[in-house]
């Protein structure tokens, strides 16, 4: 079976005043269809840039080197046109960012935002868009979804803005989501309920996730192969089980034995 995602030899680089800076370092990978696979790793080690690398929405001052290939559905990314590239984005290929603040357009009602990927590609009838978005917004669980539809990002808590990203993410059901830490601005009672419903959503639609996350907790218990990624490289490639019970890379067991643990005072 082909993969749905592959990634070959992919290296990034971000330009400095003296000098470029390594960000992903020749690394490659693939994802099946409808397998959900963490990307792992400390602050700086290069996930999200290859999140935003596999999106080709990286900044301007960053380069993707010769040489490598994203390949998606069969069709390298990197040898895409944008014009093309846009039309996969939000129906193919979508990403959940860490934080949904950010990247919510604080000028546009939280429903418009949601109903525009579906005009973007494709729906003519606005009104079919809009109960398209009002529909989806009660899929992921934001309490009266018609009154907040009209709602702007400022006036919702991190929960329900994570919860319209994720609306916006999986409105058109694509192959593949990009989940960027996805949980790490929430209180720990909204990351269980906005990790549950993504995998809800997952399973009813066959998605592909590929999960950024620095959080071994999340790995456990929703991904079934994990990526160890340290200084731009991935180090270890490993089932679930096999990371956490036989770990061969030193950085390995040692993100392992930094895991909170509870131990029993008796």
């Known amino acids: 079976m082909t993969p749905l995602l592959s990634v070959e030899n992919l290296r990034v680089t971000y330009a400095g005043r003296d000098a470029d800076r390594i960000a992903v370092d020749d690394i490659s990978f693939t994802v099946e269809p409808g397998e959900i696979v963490a990307l792992v790793g400390e602050s700086g080690s290069g996930k999200t840039a290859t999140g935003l690398a596999i999106m080709g929405i990286l900044s301007p001052n960053a380069r993707v080197a010769p040489g490598g290939a994203i390949r998606f559905e069969g069709r390298d990314l990197l040898a895409t046109p944008e014009k093309e590239l846009r039309d996969l984005r939000g129906r193919r290929i979508s990403m959940v960012f860490q934080e949904p603040a950010a990247a919510l357009n604080p000028v546009m009602r939280v429903g418009d935002q949601v109903a525009e990927v579906a005009l973007v590609h494709g729906e003519r009838d606005r009104h079919a868009a809009r109960s398209r978005a009002v529909e989806m917004l009660v ?22 803005r994570q919860r319209v990203m ?64 340290r200084a731009g490289a991935i180090v270890e490639a490993a089932s679930v089980d096999d990371l956490f019970h036989a770990p061969k890379h030193p950085y390995t067991r040692d993100l392992l034995a930094a895991m909170p643990r509870i131990v029993s005072s008796r």
């Open 139 to 160: 899929r992921v669980g934001l309490a009266d979804a018609e009154r907040q539809y009209r709602s702007y990002p400022h006036e919702l808590s991190g929960g329900m």
């Open 166 to 229: 994720l609306a916006i993410a999986l409105l058109l059901k694509p192959a593949l989501v990009i989940a960027d830490e996805p949980t790490s601005a929430l209180d720990v009672t909204v990351q269980a309920q906005v990790l549950s419903l993504l995998l809800d959503l997952q399973r009813e639609s066959q998605t592909a996730v590929l999960f950024i996350t620095h959080d071994l907790g999340v790995v456990a218990e929703t991904c079934s192969r994990a990526l160890v990624m």
